[in-house]
């Protein structure tokens, strides 16, 4: 089972600046079958890049993924209020899927 | 609006059992797999299982194997988890998602606003 590490555990950024979120694989995983997504609390997860690096309809073009094999790379060029949330990554392999832990992403 | 909706969840005791629904609208639901993930109370998410769209293929994560069964009613638009032989571990907000497929190298593309199990006695 491929295991899914992101970093930092915690972001804490102002709005306005940039956020470069982690994601490693213990193993090399495929780029099309790597994902990421948004969860608010109290909200179902919602999904921004699948792929590794194609936005997901309506996601708003701040939000990229990018990397191969076992690092990826979603960013968010300019924060704005309602990006302060929990980003996880997801990869779908061998008929199984895993996310990562989760990276929180708070205003400082 | 493509809108899925879960329901069943509740109280239930160690070693009991319990079944999820999920109502699909809004698109062909007989087209699309299906999936189950879940999320304990402050933790990450975890996918439970998933069904292809004609219930040709089905998996499990190691965690439930054997204790969860996944199904669907492709003419009813709906998935289903029977969820037997229930811990305290498998306390959690249940979410129904649809897989995108391969034009969205199976991620999850919609998701339901999830269930709350809890496992108590």
């Known amino acids: 089972e491929i295991v899914l590490t992101q970093s930092p555990g915690t972001l804490s950024l102002s709005p306005g600046e940039r956020a470069t979120l982690s994601c490693r694989a213990s193993?090399?995983?495929?780029?099309?079958?790597l994902a990421w997504y948004q969860q608010k609390p109290g909200q179902a997860p919602r999904i921004l890049i699948y792929g590794a690096s194609s936005r997901a309809t309506g996601i708003p073009d701040r939000f990229s993924g990018s990397g191969s094999g076992t690092d990826f790379t979603l960013t968010i060029s300019r924060l704005e209020p309602e990006d302060f949330a929990v980003y996880y990554c997801q990869q779908y392999g061998s008929s199984s899927f895993t996310f990562g832990p989760g990276t929180k992403v708070d205003i400082k | 609006e493509v809108q899925l909706v879960e329901s069943g969840g509740g109280l239930v005791k160690p070693g009991g059992s319990l079944r999820l629904s999920c109502a699909a609208s809004g698109f062909t639901f007989s087209s699309y797999s299906m999936n189950w993930v879940r999320q304990a109370p402050g933790k990450g998410l975890e996918w439970v299982s998933s069904?292809?769209?004609?219930?040709?293929?089905?998996y499990y994560a190691d965690s439930v194997k054997g204790r969860f069964t996944i199904s669907r009613a492709n003419a009813k638009n709906s998935l289903y988890l029977q969820m037997n032989s229930l811990r305290a571990e498998d306390t959690a907000v249940y979410y129904c998602?649809?897989?995108?497929?391969?034009?969205?190298?199976?991620?999850?593309?919609?998701w339901g606003q999830g269930t709350m199990v809890t496992v108590s006695s």
């Open positions: 069904i292809s769209s004609s219930s040709s293929y089905i």
């Open positions: 193993q090399s995983v495929s780029s099309s079958y």
């Open positions: 998602a649809r897989g995108g497929g391969v034009s969205k190298r199976y991620a999850f593309d919609i």
